[in-house]
């Protein structure tokens, strides 16, 4: 399926200022966690104890702290850059690995039918009854915590999403035309399917991508802020509000900072995941 500049370019005059304003956080969000180290003006597990709990400047707090600082005199605002970067990349590698993984089983289970499709969507059910929260903490708490291991177990978070879709999705292009023909002329079948299915299906794995995003970030900060998932002296956005929770009371920027950043951000997946829903039906129509 191909769009035009001009297909691109219409839709983006079209969308609500409240999708562009989720795009435009996003993408600030990017740019933070790529350019972390080089804006952030004190390093993240940097410690002042003559200025711990000091309110951020505009409340009255020490200058050059924007934000201001933690129980052990960390710039609080240099620490959320730091974990903007750390929980962005855990959260799209991990929904990454989840897309890999449940594409290819759902690409397999329509192809080869029988058997390992049988095999590949009781796996599914499985996967859709068990509550992942638990899985997370017994894999976690049984292997150790491991930033690698923590990676993969958040990307085995909503797999069996993308293989139903993806079996969905090839067996619907198996019935149409350009995949018979294709294989008639004699094409190997890696290029029916990369060549040809691929693209026709990308469309709807990308939306379901966008969709699952939000469910990974909050993920990560949820484990993280049970103290099994990022873990010191390393830092990320579930860290920051575990940190904050015993000066949730009289520290209100602690908690408010890591949590608003949270909240802001995976509202804005969702909402892109939406807008890329609605305009892909509208150009399939």
């Given at each position: 399926?191909?769009?035009?500049?001009?297909?691109?370019?219409?839709a983006?005059?079209?969308?609500?200022?409240v999708?562009?304003a989720?795009c435009?956080?996003l993408?600030l969000?990017?740019?933070?966690?790529?350019?972390?180290?080089?804006?952030?003006?004190?390093?993240?597990?940097?410690?002042?104890?003559?200025?711990?709990?000091?309110?951020?400047?505009?409340?009255?707090?020490?200058?050059?702290?924007?934000?201001?600082?933690?129980?052990?005199?960390?710039?609080?605002?240099?620490?959320?850059?730091?974990?903007i970067?750390i929980?962005?990349?855990?959260?799209?590698?991990?929904?990454l690995?989840?897309?890999?993984?449940?594409?290819?089983l759902?690409?397999l289970?329509?192809?080869?039918?029988?058997?390992?499709?049988?095999?590949?969507?009781?796996?599914?059910?499985?996967?859709?009854?068990?509550?992942?929260?638990?899985?997370?903490?017994?894999?976690?708490?049984?292997?150790?915590?491991?930033?690698?291991?923590?990676?993969?177990?958040v990307?085995?978070?909503?797999?069996?999403?993308?293989?139903?879709?993806?079996r969905?999705?090839?067996?619907d292009?198996?019935?149409?035309g350009?995949a018979?023909?294709?294989?008639?002329?004699?094409?190997?079948?890696?290029?029916?399917?990369?060549?040809?299915?691929?693209?026709?299906?990308?469309?709807?794995?990308?939306?379901?991508?966008t969709?699952?995003?939000?469910?990974?970030?909050?993920?990560?900060?949820?484990?993280?802020?049970?103290?099994?998932?990022?873990?010191?002296?390393?830092?990320?956005?579930?860290?920051?509000?575990?940190?904050?929770r015993?000066?949730?009371?009289?520290?209100?920027?602690?908690?408010?900072?890591?949590?608003?950043?949270?909240?802001?951000?995976?509202?804005s997946?969702?909402?892109?995941?939406?807008?890329?829903?609605?305009?892909?039906?509208?150009?399939q129509r």
């Amino acid at each position: 399926m191909h769009f035009s500049i001009r297909q691109s370019a219409s839709a983006v005059r079209q969308s609500s200022p409240v999708l562009v304003a989720a795009c435009v956080w996003l993408g600030l969000m990017v740019f933070v966690a790529v350019f972390a180290p080089w804006i952030a003006p004190y390093g993240y597990a940097e410690q002042d104890l003559l200025l711990r709990l000091q309110p951020p400047s505009f409340a009255g707090g020490p200058p050059g702290h924007w934000l201001g600082t933690d129980h052990l005199g960390r710039d609080v605002f240099s620490r959320a850059i730091y974990s903007i970067r750390i929980s962005m990349a855990v959260a799209f590698f991990g929904a990454l690995i989840g897309a890999v993984v449940g594409t290819s089983l759902g690409a397999l289970a329509a192809h080869r039918r029988g058997l390992v499709e049988e095999i590949v969507m009781g796996l599914v059910d499985v996967q859709a009854a068990l509550p992942f929260l638990i899985f997370a903490l017994l894999v976690i708490a049984f292997f150790g915590n491991d930033l690698f291991l923590f990676v993969l177990v958040v990307g085995f978070q909503g797999w069996e999403r993308y293989a139903r879709l993806a079996r969905g999705l090839v067996l619907d292009a198996k019935t149409r035309g350009y995949a018979a023909a294709a294989r008639s002329m004699g094409l190997p079948l890696w290029r029916v399917y990369f060549v040809h299915i691929g693209p026709n299906i990308a469309g709807a794995m990308a939306v379901q991508f966008t969709l699952n995003l939000p469910e990974t970030i909050i993920l990560e900060a949820g484990l993280s802020f049970l103290g099994l998932g990022i873990q010191p002296p390393l830092t990320s956005l579930g860290l920051m509000l575990n940190d904050s929770r015993n000066y949730i009371l009289l520290h209100w920027w602690l908690p408010a900072v890591p949590g608003a950043l949270i909240f802001i951000t995976a509202l804005s997946m969702s909402l892109i995941g939406d807008g890329l829903r609605d305009w892909l039906d509208r150009s399939q129509r």
